[in-house]
């Protein structure tokens, strides 16, 4: 046989020097291996396509692991089965570049199943090279997801049986039945006419990258002779005859064409942005920026027994519960407290009741759990019912009277029953008790400043139209609160 | 001084996008799912990509791929999903790339449950996944913390080539707190190394594969080595009446927050006890731990499991002074009461002693 002399493509190293061991001019590959070929007809395209530098190489686990030792480009090794995720974060950084996934069919189409179904359902905007064996060839020729039936392997000893092993998965026409792919095409390197055809849709699928129309996958059909214990001649001569009978050479799917450039899924989020943002933009964003005027709230006047208060406010779902508490944590930070809030969540949550924890106070403050309960704060009559004796002697409960309707039973405590529910009807807003509780709340103890909850409300609160009903619910809260609190005699006491 | 109100979790994300991180790839799981739900708000806001993998097994691998183009990325989890990660985490840990992960811990093993613990420390801390690597883990105990250790472990994971954590819990990442953001980082380190698509670049190898033992066996030196710098320099702990302290009690996380208050309480009462909190758990604050058994006659450690940091302590103090242990599991949380009640304990054995 005349030896063929070829010239080398640009895109493989001249000498293979990352490789191991003499002989740097030759890979490592079997004598009929077919990724020597399928790696050519790559570095041909990247040559003839000038992208040798902007092109980003990422082999997977297998034989062709050792990608990088040939194409002179950026190479990224990936992890078995995982190169579409990699490609995925190489291309979403780098738009520019080219990114082809090169894989086996174990890696692709086993470990890796999930990982390519989903790239390619996404659009990826890069050019996938499948390397159909059937085998597992590097670990030394087990069973893949793709050996056929009858095909003996060192894990299937007598013959893969549907029985046992399932069928041969068929990616490429499994693939084509995903809307987002735009080139998926099946080929084999047996001979002159279809090693024209793999490289026209190498070609293709690169050039389909280049011009931004999304994701492409070239299946090819291709030898292991050493997996497959053949010699090469009957290893390209069994391609033709049994593999390519259950893998047909087709075109699986072609979208070119038809399709314009923005019907391909590369939406502008797929692409990061030209401009970068100024570092006033970034701040505004993160709300940084959002209380760039300080404002001072009025100095409140506050009874040590209600001084840096550990609260724990607690009702069913829908009732603010959780609002509450964080309109109490945002006006304590704005009036230059220490605040902490911390909340019930997961599946209590979702099955109807809510707490949260909150603590106020002036110094830095240590557990965010509230354990004993300066004030209980209880919207309905389960949450009395679970957190009353955790109320320290002398603490303080207030409780939605509109809905419970039993008095506490602490003797040691101070309890303020509070129509929270009546009042909120009254303004015609069921959903206000939780901002009328608040303003008892501040009424009573004096806590806060009415005016910083108010700016905690522009805050915390999203739905600007109300800002109205919950002033009004505030202010009726507050005076009620006022109304029950307790003479004060703390300037005495501390006098 | 202006101030938010925030969740632990969405302070990462904050910190994150200050310190110039443009890719966020997830799968959503609680307690961490509002680090992604703010990333998916955020990052396409600042031009960056925000990305729901389809497993955390992609996630990861999603991020090794940007990471390999320099870019700055991350991914959060909670303990099971970080489990899934392990692999794709010693892959990078092998390949030397830097990236952030956050691991917001719940109740586990298995499914566990969705509360509080403390349980990942050996699988952040020890290595987790397979290989001779470390990770720098930091531990944040306040909403300002998942904010400024955020952007400290993408500076360390820079300059040092490997993964960062930000090893926190449920409690934390749920909490609000006020936070003061920091100014954004504008100058980002040149990352020579990378793949990113230039000329400069189109010789460059991203890669953990080293097939020769000798070439492997320099490798893992090389990587001890650098874990050896990081035990050098980035040690970082807080502590709290230490200086006269008989009793030290160690806790990161939520749980320094608990101690803290039972500290206070303790002191109130005159028991001469201090805290210590290690802020980085790789590194281990060692040579701190040592000093401290200067003067110390006894170490309690609290964790939210069954005794993992504890080991480290140990350690370190190489058996010169006991080491007490209180671990709670499934999700419960100690009251400072609780701590406290443990440290008069301690005080009593010790006075006992002592006369």
Redesign the interface.
Known sequence: MAKEILEKPESFYGEFT?K?GANPESTHYCPGCGHGVVHKLIAETMDDFGI?????F?SPVGCS?FG?YYF????????HG?AP??????????P???VISYQGDGDLAAIGG??I??AANRGENITVIFVNNAIYGMTGSQMAPTTLLGQKTTTTPRGRSAENEGYPIRMSELLATLEAPVYIERVAITDAKHLMKARKAIRKGIQNQIDGRGFSFIEILSACPTGWKMTPVDSKKWIEDVLSDYFKLNVLKDKNGALKKEDTGITK??R??????T?KE??E????????A?VSFPQTDVTANYLDPRIKIAGFGGQGVLLLG?LL??SA?MS?L??????S???EMRGGTANCHVIISDKR?????V??TDVLIAMNLPSLEKFEDEVRPNGVIFMNSSLIKRKVERQDVEPVYVPATEFADELKEPRVANVVMLGAYLGYTNLLSVESVLAATK??VKRKELFAINKEALAKGFEFGRAKAKPKKHKEEVL | ??????KGNEAVI?GA??SGC??F?GYPI??ASEVAESAAI?F??????F?Q???E???I?????????G?R?MTASSSPGISLKL??IS?AAG?ELPMVLVDVMRGGPGLG???PEQSDYNQMVKGGGHGNYKLIVLAPNCAQEMCDLTMLAFELADKYRTPAVILTD??VG?????VQ?P??V?ELPAKPWA?????E?????????Y??AP?LEAHNEKLQQKYREISDHEVRWEQIYTDDAEIIIVGYG?VS??????V?AARAQGIAVGLLRPITLFPFPVKRIQELAETASVFLVAELSNGQMVDDVRLALDGRRPTKFYGRMGGS?P???EILQEIKKLNNDLNKNGN
């Open positions: 990352r191991p040798r530098e902007k092109t980003v990422v692991v990088y002179k480009c950026g190479n990224v090794q990936a992890a995982r995720a990699v490609a995925t974060g190489i291309k979403r950084a780098l520019d570049s080219v999930n990982n179904i989903q989020s797929k990061e942005k030209e401009v970068e943002p570092k970034i701040m964003l993160l709300g940084g920026t959002a209380q760039t300080k964080q944590a945002q930070m230059e220490f605040s902490t809030w911390l909340p969540y997961g599946p403050i240590g557990s965010p759990l354990s004993e805050t915390v | 001084m202006s101030r938010i109100l925030v904050k996008i200050l443009k890719a790839y609680t307690p955020n396409p806001q600042i031009g960056g990509t990305l993998a389809e497993s097994v992609a996630a691998n999603m991020v090794y791929g940007a990471a390999s183009t870019q990325v692999e794709g892959y390949a449950n969705i509360a449920g409690f749920q909490m609000m707190e006020p953001l100014e954004p504008t793949v990113d698509g230039t000329p670049t189109a010789n460059n190898l991203v890669s953990s594969i097939l020769e070439v939520i927050r608990i101690l803290q208050t039972a206070e949380v009251s400072p009461e």
